[in-house]
Nanobody, 124 residues
Framework: QVQLAEFGGGSVQSGGSLRLSCAAS????????MGWFRQAPGKEREGVAVIENYSMTRYTDSVKGRFTISQDTAENMLYLQMNSLKPEDTAMYYC??????????????????WGQGAQVTVSS
C-alpha cells in the first residue's frame, strides 16, 4: 500500500504562484509514475502533469510553460510549482501514483493511489 498526502494549496490572485507538495509513504518501490490531477466543481477530473521514471515529464497543454512537476526520490516527495496562475486553474488538486509506467493518455482511472486533495483558488 502507498499513502499520499498533499499540502501547500491556498488562495492567490491571478498571476501569482503556489507550490503543491505530495508526501508518499509505504511500499513505493514499484511506483514509476506519479502525477497531479485536478477537478473543478461540475467538471471531470483532468490530468495536469505527470513524471515517469523519476525524470520524464509531460504536461497538459493548458499549463505548459507555467507549471513544473518535480520529484525528490530520496525524500519520497512530489512537487508541482505553479506560476502565472489563472482563475481557470481553480480546482481541487490531487496527487496520484501508479504501479509501473505512466499511461499514454490523461485518463485518471489507471492510477492506483490518490491523495485527499488540496484546494487551489485563483481570484481575478
Amino acid at each position: 500500500q502507498v499513502q499520499l498526502a498533499e499540502f501547500g494549496g491556498g488562495s492567490v490572485q491571478s498571476g501569482g504562484s503556489l507550490r503543491l507538495s505530495c508526501a508518499a509513504s509505504g511500499y513505493t518501490y514499484n511506483i514509476y509514475c506519479m502525477g497531479w490531477f485536478r477537478q473543478a466543481p461540475g467538471k471531470e477530473r483532468e490530468g495536469v502533469a505527470v513524471i515517469e521514471n523519476y525524470s520524464m515529464t509531460r504536461y497538459t497543454d493548458s499549463v505548459k510553460g507555467r507549471f513544473t512537476i518535480s520529484q525528490d526520490t530520496a525524500e519520497n516527495m512530489l512537487y508541482l510549482q505553479m506560476n502565472s496562475l489563472k482563475p481557470e486553474d481553480t480546482a481541487m488538486y490531487y496527487c496520484a501514483a501508479k504501479l509501473g509506467g505512466c499511461p499514454g493518455s490523461w485518463e485518471y482511472f489507471p492510477y492506483n493511489y490518490w491523495g485527499q486533495g488540496a484546494q487551489v483558488t485563483v481570484s481575478s
